[in-house]
């Protein structure tokens, strides 16, 4: 693992944990989660970038699902660019399989979306601060949910 961005995951993810709000919180924890767990599983193969790892493609199938739900219920901007990111390497995933002689493009495109993905955690955090101290208040979700809508008056019925 590149220490450079491991340095990086850990103070991004510690900064969103501190200074985000949900949304913030929520993804960085993920992404980490998912750095990890992908780290564990590369432990275990010969072949780094040989072949499509089933195990890899999961982690990040699952990730980007888990970002597209969050990208659809915060109240922010950046999940959409995150989730819009990794669904740049589920593709690479993909395109490996197709086009298998490139196993430098499918190194390239799992791993030079990382550093964006956790810059971005940190900027969502950095400006929810903001938002908070210019407006005392920063709605992290969405309310768009029918669950949340009020009641119709009681009326007479015909």
Known sequence: ??????????????????????????????????????????AYNDQRWGVVHIGEFTVDVVTFVIFIVIALRANRFWPLWVSALLGLGVLGHLGRLVGPDFWWAYAVVLTIWSYPIVLLFALGAFLHRRRLVRNGVDRSWVSSSSRSAPAPPAGPTA
Not at 17 to 39: D, F, K, N
């Open 1 to 42: 693992m590149n220490y450079h961005f491991l340095a990086l995951l850990v103070l991004c993810t510690l900064y969103a944990l501190w200074a985000g709000g949900g949304p913030e919180r929520v993804g960085a924890t993920i992404y980490a989660a998912s750095v990890a767990v992908t780290h564990v599983i590369r």
